[in-house]
């Protein structure tokens, strides 16, 4: 065991081997439930090029801050730089009305606040089978005692089905009649892309650890998340990554295309190989490549946007997508909250011309996005940070008894307005899985 205690953020760390690392993971979330503050999030192992941790927990909140978009980001900038610490949380999509002038006026049912962050006295790093427990200063004598909690944590045995009835918002009928009005848009030349979505949502209580744990398992991402704001949750199986920073690199991950998974060898490899040479998935993941570049451009150092692999096809276990990456270099002073105001939201769910793309979007659509298509993640004491895209995903208002998922695709000019609902359906399966069964 080897005691650290870092005098600049006040923080003491120790380090443990765990043997069995998935069960300490379910206990560790399951532990967490005692805390009004949570944030969670597992890579599941899948095999990626930029990764510093196999799972992560953050609970129990030392400082805050919660505010709507008005100032947004720099609110948020001051708050980091004072702190100087871990802090964990979200960017709901709706920060866009801070950085132009856009309106978010659709039907929202969740009420989460527009961004959320939270300084962690409690962290906990997992990397393949070394644990580092990491706790602000008036924590540190309750380092040990909360490991041997932890380990004898008590998990109850599954609850019956849920049998939640979940509703469509938008019909097919008239999902179909939205598409043909944004392909109307694009034969004008307003945009060239534009992601459309739509809502499923249901009014009941659930057992969020539960719900989390099922799709994590269907799914098994490399960005699920678990989070917890008092009776504000939200449970991620995104394969997304938005942004991250290590030192002076930074990584976009966008991702545009998707396939089915077969359990057939043979039809699997044919949709893998179909997605790859598929001229419209192509030609959509190549627009929002090109608008990432021109994000990144506005803090990278000349000539470093770089794109490190275009159209690359990634397996998940629900599906096959086709994933781009795209980095820069930046000055070493550049903040960090910049980096993320000048790329957001990401490219992958708005389109392209960004501006136009998000006021089409805010007319046809008929739910306040609000943390759907946001980005859940963290910042490091040294300013890194990473975040995923908030996609297949279940927010839950506890209060209310609100649950709501959402989907959406990529409209472009060769965009079949059936296939794109079928495409949606797919995309929504997972979420509506776990809920009914």
Request: proline fraction near 3%.
């Amino acid at each position: 065991m080897l005691l650290l205690h870092n005098k600049k953020n006040l923080r003491t760390s120790i380090f443990k081997s765990i043997s069995n690392v998935d069960q300490f993971k379910m206990l560790l979330l399951n532990w967490s439930q005692q805390f009004r503050e949570i944030v969670y999030l597992d890579s599941n192992n899948y095999p990626q090029k930029y990764s510093s941790y196999n799972a992560v927990l953050a609970v129990d909140a030392f400082t805050s801050i919660k505010t709507d978009y008005h100032n947004a980001f720099e609110d948020l900038k001051q708050y980091q730089q004072q702190t100087k610490d871990w802090l964990f949380g979200y960017l709901s999509y709706d920060l866009k009305n801070d950085t132009e002038k856009l309106k978010s006026n659709n039907f929202d049912g969740l009420q989460f606040p527009d961004l959320f962050f939270f300084q962690p006295k409690k962290l906990f790093f997992l990397k393949d089978n070394q644990l580092e427990i990491s706790y602000l200063a008036m924590c540190d004598d309750e380092i040990d005692s909360d490991f041997e909690e932890i380990l004898n944590f008590n998990i109850e045995e599954e609850s019956h089905k849920t049998n939640i009835n979940v509703k469509q918002r938008i019909s097919k009928e008239k999902y179909i009649e939205k598409v043909q009005e944004m392909l109307t848009h694009i034969h004008r030349g307003d945009i060239y892309e534009a992601n459309f979505c739509m809502e499923f949502y249901a009014e009941n209580i659930i057992d969020t650890v539960k719900i989390f744990k099922r799709l994590d398992e269907i799914s098994e991402p490399p960005f699920a998340c678990y989070f917890k704001n008092n009776k504000h949750y939200l449970l991620s199986a995104s394969p997304e990554r938005y942004l991250r920073k290590e030192n002076t690199k930074i990584i976009s991950q966008p991702i545009k295309g998707t396939s089915k998974r077969f359990e057939d060898a043979t039809l699997d490899r044919q949709s893998k190989t179909e997605l790859a040479q598929n001229p419209k998935e192509r030609s959509e993941n190549i627009m929002i490549v090109d608008l990432v570049r021109n994000d990144l451009s506005h803090t990278a150092s000349k000539g470093s946007v770089n794109v490190e692999e275009l159209c690359e096809i990634y397996t998940f276990k629900q599906v096959h997508q086709m994933i781009s990456t795209i980095t820069s270099e930046v000055e070493i002073n550049t903040s960090p909250v910049e980096i993320l105001k000048t790329t957001f939201p990401m490219g992958s769910m708005t389109g392209a011309p960004k501006i136009s793309a998000m006021q089409i979007i805010e007319e046809l659509e008929e739910t306040k996005r609000g943390l759907y298509s946001g980005a859940m993640g963290y910042f490091t004491p040294t300013g890194d940070f990473d975040f995923n895209v908030v996609i297949r995903s279940i927010l839950y208002n506890a209060e209310e008894k609100y649950i709501s998922f959402s989907v959406g695709s990529a409209i472009t000019a060769l965009s079949e307005p059936e296939k794109e609902y079928e495409e949606c359906l797919l995309k929504a399966k997972a979420m509506h899985d776990v809920l009914v069964s």
